[in-house]
């Protein structure tokens, strides 16, 4: 298999990306911190060398109510807890098309850490690659001091947000882009919610879209994303915001949308598990 190179993407600010080689000459070091961010039994089976396992790879306030992403005071203990420290390197890598890397992207991002990178290729592609791999389950050795920054607003949408928008009648003022299945934008999966259905306003597109389909995949180029982006509508230069089911997906399609050149782009974290179950938040019901 032929990969594109990180640099042959043409992105902008490629410099999140970290490539198989640079890891495997760099996870032993001291300020380097590489977590594999998917479930624990994933994680036990196989993960590269030294690499910690987060356990909840949401960063929501807890595991029984997912909607909020962490406060400052507990994105600071889970970081903590990890070995991280401000100055830290952190890596993320899985097994899931980048999914959960990206989301810690943006969490550590949204509490100003700016030390954060993504394995491009993910576990798939260290597999393919045959490289070392172990098992078995690695504990922190040391506990960090993370201390979090106010959080970046200007990366975060919430519901009064999205009213504030739908509200306005200059529809050009936001851009909403739905990253969900079909089935859910249609109705058909609510996921366990109230209501299925859709934002109004919103353009969809799944997130799997920005991916490549191939047997190690990968995020698409720039140009192949803003192909995709002009198809269905978007303009690059107008505020974006993105939402899924829990803000996971959405935050994946943020990032696809950073690094192709789009200014203005904000995840709504508690997005549809949020809207779906609030009656006071206005929908298109196609069922």
């Known amino acids: 298999m032929n990969f594109i190179s990180i640099e042959d993407r043409k992105y902008h600010n490629s410099e999140i990306f970290v490539t198989t080689d640079w890891l495997e000459e760099n996870y032993l070091k001291e300020d380097i911190i590489v977590l594999d961010l998917d479930a624990k039994d994933q994680y036990e089976e196989s993960h590269i060398p030294g690499a910690l396992n987060v356990g909840d790879n949401y960063y929501k306030k807890s595991l029984e109510n997912r909607i909020y992403v962490q406060d400052k005071s507990q994105i600071e203990d889970t970081f903590s807890k990890l070995g991280i420290n401000n100055n830290t390197t952190v890596v993320g890598y899985d097994r899931s098309s980048a999914l959960y890397s990206f989301r810690l992207a943006w969490v550590m991002m949204f509490y100003g850490h700016k030390n954060i990178k993504v394995l491009d290729g993910g576990f798939p592609k260290w597999i393919y690659e045959n490289r070392q791999i172990e098992k078995g389950n690695l504990q922190s050795k040391i506990i960090g ?98 939402y899924c089911q829990g803000g996971i997906r959405a935050a994946h399609v943020f990032w696809a949308l950073k690094l192709s050149g789009f200014k203005d782009i904000k995840n709504y974290d508690a997005s549809w598990r949020e809207w779906g179950n609030d009656y006071d938040c206005p929908i298109v019901d196609l069922g």
Not at 184 to 195: A, L, T
Not at 217 to 225: A, D, G
């Open 145 to 242: 001091d993370f201390k979090a920054t106010d959080p970046h607003d200007e990366i975060f949408a919430d519901r009064s947000l999205l009213l504030k928008i739908l509200n306005n009648k200059d529809e050009n003022s936001y851009q909403i882009l739905d990253v969900r299945s079909e089935d859910e934008r249609n109705g058909i999966n609510k996921r366990g919610g109230r209501r299925g259905g859709y934002i109004p306003k919103s353009i969809h597109k799944e997130w799997v879209n920005f991916n490549t389909d191939s047997e190690v995949p990968m995020l698409k180029s720039s140009e192949e994303i803003l192909d995709i982006t002009k198809k269905i509508g978007l303009n690059a230069n107008l505020p974006t915001i993105t």
